[in-house]
């Protein structure tokens, strides 16, 4: 696989040039975010399209105390061994070998990245920790979206996300998704006291991007077209 910029022409498009430049920041400077650059990064991601117009899912946004407060009930549960009780199917089951593969490879260049070793089991653990700290991001936010909402709506949330954080990028901020706070949904949907029939469907860190950590240097390998696209009917 290439990197996800090698193969996309030159263009002087601003969409082009985020779409090159996001990655997801695993590392943030102790900077706030303003509530109305927040506003404006959710009202951008509202634009997204949606089936019938449904725009399915929410956005809560946390930052001091109550991120603080969130992160400590997390790593409480953590703590006490509670089992993980995620309540959506996120990853096929089970995974086929080529997609272990690739997501073997992604783990592996984030742990060197960051000089963990591949046999330290308490360095990886200790770093995939990290994501119910909300990687130590100034804002946190969790997602979630009506347990009645069929499966075409979380793939209108996903590109109401997407605009997420394209809008977080374009602002001169980074994030990132956290998809293993579904681990604990349970533990959030309590916390935040939420209403009974929203699901927690992933978390996001939103920041400024600490330039000298080495995770945030990392970018994950993307295919090249003849793997995962087709063309019919054009000359040539």
């Known amino acids: ?10 263009m002087e498009s601003e969409l082009t040039r985020l779409l090159v430049r996001r990655r997801s920041v ?9 509530l109305a650059d927040l506003q404006r990064m959710c009202r951008l991601a509202r634009l997204a399209p949606s089936g019938a117009n449904l725009q399915p899912g929410s956005f809560h946004v946390l930052t001091g105390d109550p991120l603080r ?61 990290r994501n119910y700290g909300f990687f130590g991001a100034p804002v946190g936010m969790v997602v979630t979206i009506r347990r009645d909402m069929g499966k075409g709506c979380f793939m209108d949330l996903g590109m109401s996300l997407m605009a997420l954080l394209l809008a977080v990028e374009d602002m001169g901020y980074g994030a ?10 349970p533990v959030v949907h309590r916390h935040l006291a939420l209403p009974g029939d929203e699901l927690v469907v992933c978390g996001v ?5 600490d330039p000298q950590a080495p995770e945030n240097g990392l970018r994950t390998a993307r295919e090249d077209l003849p793997a995962f696209a087709s063309f019919r009917g054009f000359p040539g």
């Open 69 to 129: 407060a969130l992160t400590r009930a997390l790593q409480g549960a953590i703590d006490a061994g509670q089992p993980q009780s995620r309540e959506y199917s996120y990853f096929p089951d089970p995974m086929p070998p080529h997609l272990k593969a690739r997501q073997r490879a992604a783990g592996f260049a984030l742990y060197g990245a960051l000089g963990i070793d591949r046999r330290d089991i308490a360095g990886r653990r200790a770093q995939f920790r």
């Open 205 to 209: 860190a939103i920041g400024r991007p």
């Open 26 to 34: 695993r590392a943030y400077l102790d900077s706030p975010v303003p």
């Open 176 to 185: 990132t998704g956290i998809g293993a706070l579904a681990n604990y949904g």
């Open 1 to 10: 696989m290439d990197d996800p910029a090698q193969n996309i022409p030159a």
